[in-house]
C-alpha cells in the first residue's frame, strides 16, 4: 500500500515570533530588536511623528526644519524592569522630534534639555502632575 503524505506533513515549522521569546539582556541586538519592532513603538512613533512635523530644537531657534528622528530623552534601555522600559519607550513626555542635524548634536554635545537620565524624568512626571 503506498504512503500518502498530507498538505499537513510538509508544510514548515511554525516559526515562533520575537514577542512571543523572553528578551534575553545579554544579546543587545535582540534586546533593541524587540522594544523598536513591537507594534507599540511603531504606533508610538507614528502618532508622535504626525502630531509634530518639525524639529522641536530647531523650532526654539526660529527654523523650521522637518523631523527625521524620534529621539528617547532618557533612553528607555535605563528601565530596571520590562514595565519601566515599555513606560519609556512608548511615554509621549519622554520623546522629541528632531531633524538628523540636531539628533546628532543632542548626543555628541549632551544637551541637558534633551538627554535626561532617570531621576529627571520621574521629577518631571512628579512636577507635570502637580501642576
Not at 63 to 71: A, C, K, R
Not at 84 to 91: I, M, Q
Not at 106 to 125: A, E, I, P, S, T
Amino acid at each position: 500500500m503506498p504512503h500518502i503524505t498530507l498538505l499537513r506533513d510538509v508544510r514548515r515549522p511554525k516559526i515562533e515570533h520575537n514577542h512571543h521569546k523572553p528578551i534575553i539582556l545579554n544579546n543587545r541586538a535582540t534586546f533593541w530588536q524587540t522594544y523598536y519592532q513591537s507594534s507599540i513603538w511603531k504606533t508610538t512613533r507614528l502618532q508622535y511623528k504626525i502630531e509634530h512635523p518639525i524639529c522641536e530644537r530647531c523650532l526654539e531657534h526660529g527654523t523650521v526644519t522637518p523631523m527625521i528622528d524620534i529621539h528617547h530623552k532618557c533612553p528607555f534601555g535605563l528601565g530596571k524592569t520590562a514595565n519601566e522600559r515599555w513606560t519609556l519607550l512608548s511615554d509621549k513626555d519622554n520623546l522629541a522630534a528632531l531633524c538628523e542635524k540636531c539628533h546628532y548634536e543632542v548626543h555628541n554635545d549632551k544637551d541637558k534639555k534633551y538627554l535626561w537620565n532617570l531621576h529627571d524624568y520621574y521629577m518631571y512626571k512628579i512636577s507635570k502632575q502637580n501642576s
